[in-house]
């Protein structure tokens, strides 16, 4: 089956994030698609490559990263809701004149249509909030 | 139009919370927004708190939030005009119809004639209304 995703809430914060990993794993490794996985709200922060839990604790933001790397997943991060929250990557720290920018490998910023075309093309969009 | 592949699919976008205590119902607005540039069969349900985002006279200078309710004036522009309300919900709270912003669209087929978007429905037509969706974002 095709699935899109969506995640609502930040990392360690909530359980959603967890949550929506353990289902985007285990949907990948029974041979499901994942058309695409999305982050709004403050699902964003599952984003930010400057996370440093303590060594005794799930890294989130490297999981997502792993995942993506091996599955080739779409990781998408909403641009208003990103920019808020102070995640930026190379080009939206230099064309808001920011002095750095902290997106984690294999995510990528885009607009909100990316969560309107993942329910579109997906048969399934799992929504993974409060 | 944006790209869909041709597909239209039925939205709902169901809203729970009040509009200013987080960022939800102002996030949700915006995924609306912009979803309406796909012409998708959408429909907006509020329910428990998300009964507020619709309050008429909505005054926020003393929390020092943009007032954004007079956005869901335009819904209506956007052939957005399923809103649905739930009246269990509403009289919890001590509201009625009358509380609530007066939402319309203009029909075409009728001479433009301005109609009301807001439907007040009970938990049994909500949960109709749900199970028809192909998607359902609740925030």
């Known amino acids: 089956m095709k699935l899109g995703i969506m995640v609502s809430e930040g990392p360690y914060q909530h359980q959603a994030s967890d949550s929506a990993y353990n289902f985007t794993k285990a949907a990948l490794e029974k041979g499901h698609e994942i058309f695409r996985v999305f982050f709004y709200h403050d699902g964003v922060n599952n984003a930010t490559r400057l996370t440093v839990p303590p060594q005794d604790d799930r890294n989130i933001v490297n999981r997502w990263s792993e995942l993506a790397k091996q599955y080739n997943l779409d990781l998408v991060v909403c641009i208003a809701a990103a920019q808020r929250r102070g995640l930026l990557d190379e080009n939206e720290a230099k064309r808001n004149g920011k002095d750095a920018n902290n997106i984690a490998d294999g995510f990528r910023i885009s607009g909100l249509g990316q969560l309107i075309e993942a329910g579109i093309q997906s048969e399934r969009l799992v929504v993974f909030g409060d | ?139």
């Open chain 2, 1 to 139: 139009m944006e790209e869909g592949g041709g597909v239209t699919k039925k939205f709902l976008y169901v809203n729970r919370r009040a509009p200013y205590g987080s960022i939800y119902a102002l996030e949700s607005l915006e995924v609306v927004l912009i979803g309406a540039a796909f012409e998708q069969d959408v429909s907006l349900a509020f329910i428990d708190d998300g009964v507020y985002q619709l309050k008429k006279g909505q005054a926020t200078d003393g929390i020092g939030m943009k007032n954004f309710s007079p956005t869901y004036n335009a819904l209506g522009d956007y052939d957005i005009n399923k809103i649905y309300v739930d009246k269990d919900s509403l009289e919890q709270r001590g509201l009625t119809l009358d509380d609530l912003m007066n939402l319309t669209w203009e029909d075409e087929n009728e001479n433009y004639a301005e109609k009301p978007s807001i439907s007040l429905v009970n938990s049994e037509e909500l949960a109709a209304l749900m199970e028809q969706q192909d998607v359902v974002l609740s925030f």
